[in-house]
């Protein structure tokens, strides 16, 4: 096993930096996958097809992780404007101008 992750981990680390972007996190997918394989390993089997989709797998896994992330953050930014246009909407109509000119002053602030 040893003599395995020597010679292949460099191999699969620049693997994984193809995938997620940076280099530690490739390190950790890596390093991931071969703790979980200490426990399946047979010497003498050649394993580093296996080995490869295993870091394949981990690092969409990281990649879905971070869409996630990235999704609820753009998300939350979009409902704090809108909240944030609501406010501003509802006091402009209890504001002392006439009618008409709130109303008008509240239809630009929401259609920009």
Known sequence: MVAF???HRLGLVRFAVLLVGDQETAEDVVQDVFTRLHSKWRPGVTMIAYVRTC???????????????????????????????????????????P??????????ILNS
């Open 5 to 7: 992750y020597r010679l």
């Open 55 to 97: 870091v394949l797998i981990g690092s969409r896994s990281i990649l879905r992780r971070r869409a996630v992330a990235l999704r609820r953050v753009n998300w939350s930014r979009v409902w704090l404007t809108r909240r944030s246009l609501r406010w501003r909407a509802s006091d402009l109509r209890t504001s002392s101008r």
């Open 99 to 108: 009618g008409r000119t709130s109303v008008a002053s509240t239809r630009t």
